[in-house]
């Protein structure tokens, strides 16, 4: 990578920097203001990057230099609103200084926390940086990203614009690209992949940033905020995408800020600047993955109810014996909560007496009038969250319709991953499926024991534990899901504890979050309803648990607050040590499971067979699949040795395609002219064999020798093919 590109790269990483002081929350009361000063920054940068995509690709300007422009201009408004903010907050000196002063107050919470706050903060901060490791080291080798992931990131490259093309993987068009979008920039940057593991771990953070925060708004005070992080970093499923170009993580990070934004909306009115955060976050879950929507739309609906409530109960802008402007925090008989500040121990202190079911500071009742136009205006407010989201992500979903009549894709599409049957009986059997691969172990008897129980119960009711309309493809159930692979590995130990904590914060949420039970309640109830919608909506398949990511992220924060109540909580002697002690073996587990997915996970280890350490740069990429890795080298070879430049690909839809736009590269880094011979678009006719100057198959030798032109000469072996004219 050159100097410039290297500028380029930290370019979004000082836009984050200077949108987080920019962005910091005036009010003193704001719960962990830090971090959400960093979740405004990550949406604000998101949503730029995200349509900088779409508005040059409309110009067909996806180009380094148009990027590099826009990033510059973007650099100069965060640096200069940065500068504004400082200086309207009265703060003096250098950055420096402030950087300085700010390690120093770490530094000292570091000293007033326990031992054990010490040992899960660095847990969680050692896994972090390892996982920083792998992802810089190690080149992308996930499966999905060889197939569609990274082979769209070329397409656009290659023609400058985002118009579809014909290709015969229709999940390189159909499938939201919001992430791939992300790594679009870095390709731009970099002229290569290096850095684009990058991506899905810097969601990572962000995800254990608003879960902590969630758990702070939740009335957690430090240890629950800790705790909940470690859940989530020790969860092999997030310490293995932290390190990939897959894009479950990305979604997770969007919804967790829709999570975060929407809790506030608890204690306050929104303000313009909440409602284009709020629709921001909200549109790029859409633009990146759709199942983060089963998310979304439940935490919407949260907000809404909250921002309705304080309407019709009057301005909660007033406190008992206060002036103007003070917010009105809801208590425990309402829907809102009171959470710990930045940096402290304690929840934060409510404003006035509470009466039970209502709201501090207001008057008697509100007039019917004035409770009218609050609703209304709660309304607006709402619409135009959806306007907001609506503007991130429909574009994509405007060429989508375009192409297929359908804002969601394909019929294919539509009906391979949504259920086909809504029946209660469907629901349940989908639903237990799913939760027995998400609980998975590494006991073979009690996961056999289990699925057949699922399937003799499916059978008792009239359904076929197979059946296509509930199941994706031509796939089994049950599979293992228990080994550390980054597409399937179950999360049994975080499951377990978010399933207590729902109950507990369902049941007793006054035991778990004296500060804050309504609106913990009103929260557990938004992550059941999503895992409900979630089962009710998405087949089960063998990688369902990515899917699930974005829900383990919204109920770690309960599994958080259910553990510091538990270490809390005054017992008696015996049963005290009894809890406590299988509290901390649960947690130490989970510690050893998170570092023995970085050390022996796949595709990507530390130590053993494919380490990132000893695997060559080449070999790493085709852990998957290391048979392939010379049969692609010598297709390669042959082709552009025959000085091919137009060249023909046959494959099927879970062929991998990435290799080829590495291998048939220019010397320059031009990207080669690839184009299909097989398009599953209707109104994309694919090119003709006789216009090409060699063919490049994967898959199947059939499907190959049907495109190849009379005369050519096919030569094939084990995956990949490739055919030539005469000489």
């Given at each position: 990578?050159?100097?410039?590109?290297?500028?380029?790269?930290?370019?979004?990483?000082?836009?984050?920097?200077?949108?987080?002081?920019?962005?910091?929350?005036?009010?003193?009361?704001?719960?962990?203001?830090?971090?959400?000063?960093?979740?405004?920054?990550?949406?604000?940068?998101?949503?730029?990057?995200?349509?900088?995509?779409?508005?040059?690709?409309?110009?067909?300007?996806?180009?380094?230099?148009?990027?590099?422009?826009?990033?510059?201009?973007?650099?100069?408004?965060?640096?200069?609103?940065?500068?504004?903010?400082?200086?309207?907050?009265?703060?003096?000196?250098?950055?420096?200084?402030?950087?300085?002063?700010?390690?120093?107050?770490?530094?000292?919470?570091?000293?007033?926390?326990?031992?054990?706050?010490?040992?899960?903060?660095?847990?969680?901060?050692g896994l972090v940086l390892v996982e920083l490791l792998i992802a810089l080291l190690a080149e992308p080798n996930n499966f999905d990203s060889q197939t569609y992931h990274l082979p769209k990131v070329e397409h656009w490259v290659a023609q400058r614009g985002l118009e579809f093309w014909p290709t015969a993987i229709h999940r390189?068009?159909?499938?939201?690209?919001?992430?791939?979008?992300?790594?679009?920039?870095?390709?731009?940057?970099?002229?290569?992949?290096?850095?684009?593991?990058?991506?899905?771990?810097?969601?990572?953070?962000?995800?254990?940033?608003?879960?902590?925060?969630?758990?702070?708004?939740?009335?957690?005070?430090?240890?629950?905020?800790?705790?909940?992080?470690?859940?989530?970093?020790?969860?092999?499923?997030?310490?293995?995408?932290?390190?990939?170009?897959?894009?479950?993580?990305?979604?997770?990070?969007?919804?967790?800020?829709?999570?975060?934004?929407?809790?506030?909306?608890?204690?306050?009115?929104?303000?313009?600047?909440?409602?284009?955060?709020?629709?921001?976050?909200?549109?790029?879950?859409?633009?990146?993955?759709?199942?983060?929507?089963?998310?979304?739309?439940?935490?919407?609906?949260?907000?809404?109810?909250?921002?309705?409530?304080?309407?019709?109960?009057?301005?909660?802008?007033?406190?008992?014996?206060?002036?103007?402007?003070?917010?009105?925090?809801?208590?425990?008989?309402?829907?809102?909560?009171?959470?710990?500040?930045?940096?402290?121990?304690?929840?934060?202190?409510?404003?006035?007496?509470?009466?039970?079911?209502?709201?501090?500071?207001?008057?008697?009742?509100?007039?019917?009038?004035?409770?009218?136009?609050?609703?209304?205006?709660?309304?607006?407010?709402?619409?135009?969250?959806?306007?907001?989201?609506?503007?991130?992500?429909?574009?994509?979903?405007?060429?989508?319709?375009?192409?297929?009549?359908?804002?969601?894709?394909?019929?294919?599409?539509?009906?391979?991953?949504?259920?086909?049957?809504?029946?209660?009986?469907?629901?349940?059997?989908?639903?237990?499926?799913?939760?027995?691969?998400?609980?998975?172990?590494?006991?073979?008897?009690?996961?056999?024991?289990?699925?057949?129980?699922?399937?003799e119960g499916a059978r008792v009711i009239g359904v076929d534990p197979q059946d296509r309309a509930i199941t994706f493809g031509r796939e089994v159930f049950p599979v293992p899901a228990w080994y550390p692979d980054e597409d399937r590995v179950a999360f049994p130990l975080a499951g377990a504890l978010a399933l207590v904590g729902?109950?507990?914060?369902?049941?007793?949420?006054?035991?778990?979050?004296?500060?804050?039970?309504?609106?913990?309640?009103?929260?557990?109830?938004?992550?059941?309803?999503?895992?409900?919608?979630?089962?009710?909506?998405?087949?089960?398949?063998?990688?369902?648990?990515?899917?699930?990511?974005?829900?383990?992220?919204?109920?770690?924060?309960?599994?958080?607050?259910?553990?510091?109540?538990?270490?809390?909580?005054?017992?008696?002697?015996?049963?005290?040590?009894?809890?406590?002690?299988?509290?901390?073996?649960?947690?130490?587990?989970?510690?050893?499971?998170?570092?023995?997915?970085?050390?022996?996970?796949?595709?990507?280890?530390?130590?053993?067979?494919?380490?990132?350490?000893?695997?060559?740069?080449?070999?790493?990429?085709?852990?998957?699949?290391?048979?392939?890795?010379?049969?692609?080298?010598?297709?390669?070879?042959?082709?552009?040795?025959?000085?091919?430049?137009?060249?023909?690909?046959?494959?099927?839809?879970?062929?991998?395609?990435?290799?080829?736009?590495?291998?048939?590269?220019?010397?320059?880094?031009?990207?080669?002219?690839?184009?299909?011979?097989?398009?599953?678009?209707?109104?994309?006719?694919?090119?003709?064999?006789?216009?090409?100057?060699?063919?490049?198959?994967?898959?199947?030798?059939?499907?190959?020798?049907?495109?190849v032109p009379t005369g050519w000469v096919l030569t094939w072996q084990g995956y990949v093919g490739y055919a030539l004219p005469p000489t």
């Amino acid at each position: 990578m050159s100097a410039a590109g290297f500028l380029l790269v930290a370019a979004p990483f000082a836009v984050v920097l200077s949108l987080t002081v920019a962005l910091r929350p005036r009010r003193t009361d704001a719960i962990a203001p830090l971090r959400l000063a960093v979740v405004r920054a990550a949406v604000v940068t998101g949503a730029f990057a995200v349509l900088v995509v779409e508005l040059l690709g409309a110009l067909r300007l996806l180009t380094l230099p148009a990027f590099a422009v826009a990033w510059l201009i973007f650099l100069t408004v965060a640096a200069g609103a940065a500068v504004w903010r400082r200086r309207r907050d009265g703060v003096s000196g250098d950055p420096a200084a402030a950087a300085r002063a700010g390690l120093a107050r770490l530094a000292g919470r570091w000293r007033t926390a326990g031992r054990g706050e010490r040992l899960l903060a660095g847990t969680v901060g050692g896994l972090v940086l390892v996982e920083l490791l792998i992802a810089l080291l190690a080149e992308p080798n996930n499966f999905d990203s060889q197939t569609y992931h990274l082979p769209k990131v070329e397409h656009w490259v290659a023609q400058r614009g985002l118009e579809f093309w014909p290709t015969a993987i229709h999940r390189q068009v159909t499938i939201p690209p919001g992430a791939e979008y992300l790594l679009l920039h870095l390709r731009l940057f970099t002229g290569g992949d290096a850095l684009h593991n990058l991506v899905q771990w810097a969601a990572g953070v962000g995800c254990l940033l608003a879960a902590a925060r969630i758990a702070a708004q939740l009335g957690g005070a430090r240890r629950a905020q800790l705790l909940t992080a470690f859940v989530l970093a020790t969860t092999p499923m997030v310490a293995l995408q932290a390190t990939s170009t897959q894009t479950d993580l990305v979604c997770a990070a969007w919804v967790a800020c829709v999570a975060t934004l929407a809790l506030d909306g608890l204690r306050r009115r929104a303000g313009a600047g909440t409602l284009l955060l709020l629709g921001a976050a909200a549109g790029l879950s859409a633009v990146t993955k759709t199942s983060g929507l089963i998310g979304v739309g439940p935490l919407l609906l949260l907000w809404s109810i909250g921002q309705l409530r304080l309407a019709y109960r009057g301005s909660p802008g007033r406190a008992v014996g206060g002036a103007p402007g003070r917010p009105v925090l809801v208590g425990v008989g309402a829907a809102g909560g009171a959470g710990a500040v930045e940096g402290r121990g304690h929840p934060a202190a409510t404003t006035g007496a509470l009466p039970r079911g209502g709201v501090a500071g207001t008057r008697a009742g509100p007039s019917r009038v004035a409770g009218v136009a609050g609703v209304a205006r709660t309304a607006a407010r709402s619409l135009l969250v959806l306007l907001v989201a609506l503007a991130v992500a429909g574009p994509f979903l405007a060429r989508v319709q375009a192409e297929f009549g359908h804002p969601l894709g394909p019929p294919r599409l539509r009906e391979s991953i949504p259920m086909e049957r809504h029946d209660p009986a469907s629901v349940l059997v989908n639903a237990l499926r799913i939760g027995h691969t998400a609980l998975d172990t590494p006991l073979a008897p009690v996961r056999a024991g289990t699925a057949e129980a699922i399937m003799e119960g499916a059978r008792v009711i009239g359904v076929d534990p197979q059946d296509r309309a509930i199941t994706f493809g031509r796939e089994v159930f049950p599979v293992p899901a228990w080994y550390p692979d980054e597409d399937r590995v179950a999360f049994p130990l975080a499951g377990a504890l978010a399933l207590v904590g729902a109950v507990l914060a369902l049941a007793r949420p006054a035991r778990v979050a004296p500060g804050a039970a309504g609106a913990l309640r009103a929260y557990a109830v938004v992550v059941v309803a999503a895992v409900l919608l979630h089962a009710t909506m998405i087949k089960w398949q063998p990688w369902g648990n990515r899917l699930l990511l974005y829900a383990l992220i919204l109920a770690a924060p309960l599994a958080g607050l259910w553990l510091d109540a538990l270490f809390r909580r005054r017992l008696a002697p015996g049963r005290r040590s009894v809890a406590a002690g299988l509290a901390a073996t649960v947690l130490a587990t989970s510690a050893l499971a998170g570092v023995l997915a970085l050390s022996y996970g796949f595709p990507r280890r530390l130590v053993g067979a494919g380490s990132v350490f000893t695997t060559s740069e080449w070999d790493t990429r085709f852990l998957r699949r290391p048979q392939w890795a010379d049969e692609f080298r010598v297709a390669a070879d042959a082709v552009r040795a025959s000085g091919a430049r137009r060249i023909g690909l046959v494959q099927q839809n879970d062929n991998w395609e990435y290799p080829w736009w590495l291998l048939l590269r220019d010397a320059d880094g031009r990207p080669p002219e690839l184009v299909a011979l097989e398009s599953v678009l209707p109104d994309r006719p694919p090119a003709t064999p006789a216009s090409t100057d060699a063919i490049v198959c994967t898959g199947s030798p059939a499907a190959c020798v049907k495109l190849v032109p009379t005369g050519w000469v096919l030569t094939w072996q084990g995956y990949v093919g490739y055919a030539l004219p005469p000489t």
